[in-house]
T-cell receptor, first 111, second 114 residues
Framework: DAKTTQPTSMDCAEGRAANLPCNHS???????VYWYRQIHSQGPQYIIHGLKNNETNEMASLIITEDRKSSTLILPHATLRDTAVYYCIVRPNNAGNMLTFGGGTRLMVKP | EPEVTQTPSHQVTQMGQEVILRCVPISNHLYFYWYRQILGQKVEFLVS????????KSEIFDDQFSVERPDGSNFTLKIRSTKLEDSAMYFC????????????FGSGTRLTVV
């Protein structure tokens, strides 16, 4: 699996957009970018995924650069409940079973 | 929205005792998983289960661990003889197919071995 690099922590003001970067410079053509988050020791929660096009759902937007070597998860209007650890994971869509979690980015949304 | 349910939320056990952690996956899901997270550390894969057998397991999942789907709705993780280092949050997860975005995790069981 391609290695990912994320900042250890970030702060964001409530109501503002939170932009969480992820570098995955060794990503290969069949690997997707997935984002999960973990709120205070709860089980991880799926947010969004993409291959090469930008994606948007009710939770977030995912922007993938044209060379696919990096991506940004955008929470458009962060709330206090978005305080969590955010994980960027790169894997082929149908490859095996496990999710491999790194250290993620600890996002603190402040009032 | 369908949920993965785990019980108990917190279990304290004496070192050397057997413990069973229980999970009820989402009813139409076919793939079942256990992950664990030691306090302050990363979420780690333990085992995956499909079609009534283990399909993949990590190095952590040694002979002290076993999984079972006894009745078509429950999915259990048994630790035969607990050690202090087994203290962790244990997360059950399920998904309907092999696509990685389909994972749904439970809220976890905090196991404390004393």
């Amino acid at each position: 699996d391609a290695k990912t690099t994320q900042p250890t922590s970030m702060d964001c003001a409530e109501g503002r957009a939170a932009n969480l970067p992820c570098n995955h410079s060794t990503i290969s053509g069949n690997e997707y970018v997935y984002w999960y988050r973990q709120i205070h020791s709860q089980g991880p929660q799926y947010i969004i995924h993409g291959l090469k096009n930008n994606e948007t759902n009710e939770m977030a937007s995912l922007i993938i650069t044209e060379d696919r070597k990096s991506s940004t998860l955008i929470l458009p209007h962060a709330t206090l409940r978005d305080t969590a650890v955010y994980y960027c994971i790169v894997r082929p869509n149908n490859a095996g079973n496990m999710l491999t979690f790194g250290g993620g980015t600890r996002l603190m949304v402040k009032p | 929205e369908p949920e993965v349910t785990q019980t108990p939320s917190h279990q304290v056990t004496q070192m050397g005792q057997e413990v069973i952690l229980r999970c009820v996956p989402i009813s139409n899901h076919l793939y079942f998983y256990w992950y664990r997270q030691i306090l302050g550390q990363k979420v780690e894969f333990l085992v995956s289960f499909y079609n009534n057998e283990i399909s993949e397991k990590s190095e952590i999942f040694d002979d002290q661990f076993s999984v079972e789907r006894p009745d078509g709705s429950n999915f259990t993780l048994k630790i035969r003889s607990t050690k202090l280092e087994d203290s962790a949050m244990y997360f059950c997860a399920s998904r309907t197919d092999r696509r990685l975005y389909g994972y749904t995790f439970g809220s976890g069981t905090r196991l404390t071995v004393v």
